[in-house]
């Protein structure tokens, strides 16, 4: 049985899903909301997310001189105060009326909420992986019923209660961590950030994912009617998702791949575009729990894959959330084109979940750790026991890690074929490195060093660290 220990929980957490919900509150509610999304106002989505987008941007190209995020740092809790201040200016009926005022609201708000929201996913990414999932889960069925509540309200009342969500996520936020992760990528070039952020292939699927629901969202009856009713049926979906959530932590033993997730996350789709298709329609609350079903699960996707890439987690979580904002704009946009040609919607709908299934998230391209930190004790561990367990053999790891300094790694490397990135890998991992400390001293992420061990194994045709160290100690004494 696994406990709250066992999970990482504790009970100051409760903050972070509340903060994390706070955030999926406002956004949800923002773009959703008749009130504040109408029709003749078209621009919303594009006048929210391009602000996003520079922000996204701008992490990214100057991650070296971007300000800290991690935490309630000054410029986190000034992002939400403008972002509190833009919210109440595009969304209060006695401002929200001049478009001058409209529009610079969504664009003040847009940009810093992105902000707000790579504090809330550097917290996130530094939890242990069973209570991100564990949180993620819970903050579905917090949002949910929130936003169901807050639709409800007369528009001066939800303007309110809107406008203060980033206040109370800023509040909830913990103070800055210890340790700066911001010095592992001093001397990083950009390209280097990129090829070890988030595979292309995930990013394929993000966008896949998001262009189908933001399409069916489009085609959706009376979506743009969304009705606040809320029915106990209705209410059941985001219990069951949470429920779902909390008990994949429970049961995952150590290794997690999110790629099944979302096979079964498209699998549901195709069979809401079957509904579409059949014309039996779909209610405006199925494609709302959708929305907020992805944004969750890309959440919790992004945030485990950060543990992983010694990129900073607001970095991977700015080049996910491009693709996520690739899908959203093209769905936007496409679905109406087709939408007197359904069949042909419903075809391409197809197509793209056949393209994310068999393609995009294939299985072993995301394969998760769930107790890396542990795994990574026990390494160390295991590379203790292994040094005490060869003491009675000439040369130690310690030593051998010295030898390779002495020429002996190059030789070793030039006799089976080694390239030169697995020798940077061989040469730690002889020495007893573990699998974090080669990500963070190479710079690239834990699938890329077990695909190295992989081939450095198959070459040499050994299975383990022992059996590699013994094989090196062998070669290098026959060189002597």
Known sequence: MIDSHALGLAPQHARFTMGYACTCIWAVVLLSSPAFNAPEAPYTVAA???????????????????????????????????????????????????TALHVGGLVLSGFFAITLIMAWFDTFARLNPRAIIVLAGCAVSIAAFACWGILSCPREVASLITSTLPLLSVALLPGKPEGDLQQRMSGRTLREVLSAAVPLRTLLGLSITFFIVRSIAALAPEFDQFSAAVSPVSLLIPLCI??????????????????????????????????????????????????????????????????????????????????????????QTVAPLLAAQGGAFFALAIVLIILGVGFAFSEGQ?????????????????????????????????????????????????????????????????????????????????????????????????HNRDEIISLYQRESQQTQ
């Open 48 to 98: 929210s997310m391009l602000p996003g987008l520079v922000a996204c941007l701008s992490s990214i190209f100057l991650f070296k001189r971007f300000p800290s995020i991690s935490g309630r740092t000054p410029f986190v809790t000034l992002a939400g105060i403008l972002l509190c201040a833009g919210t109440f200016a595009c969304t209060h009926p006695m401002l929200a009326g001049a």
């Open 242 to 331: 949470t429920a779902f959530f909390v008990g994949s932590a429970l049961l995952i033993k150590r290794h997690l791949d999110p790629s099944i997730l979302y096979k079964v996350l498209l699998a549901g789709f195709s069979g809401v575009v079957f509904l579409l298709a059949s014309s039996v329609g779909i209610t405006s609350s199925l494609v709302f729990y959708a929305i907020i079903v992805c944004e969750i699960m890309t959440w919790t996707m992004l945030s485990l894959w950060a543990k992983k890439t010694p990129v900073l987690p607001h970095v991977v979580f700015a080049i996910g959330w491009i693709a996520e904002c690739a899908g959203n704009a093209l769905g």
């Open 366 to 462: 995301l394969v998760l750790d769930v107790d890396l930190e542990e795994n990574d004790a026990l390494r160390s561990i295991g590379a203790t026991d292994t040094k005490e367990n060869n003491s009675n053999k000439t040369t130690t790891a310690d030593e051998a890690s010295e030898e390779a300094t002495n020429g002996h790694i190059e030789h070793f490397a030039a006799q089976y074929d080694i390239s030169p990135r697995e020798q940077d890998v061989l040469t730690l991992w002889i020495a007893g490195r573990g699998m974090r400390y080669i990500e963070n001293e190479l710079f690239i992420s834990e699938s890329t060093v077990k695909s190295h061990l992989r081939s450095i194994y198959r070459k040499c045709n050994v």
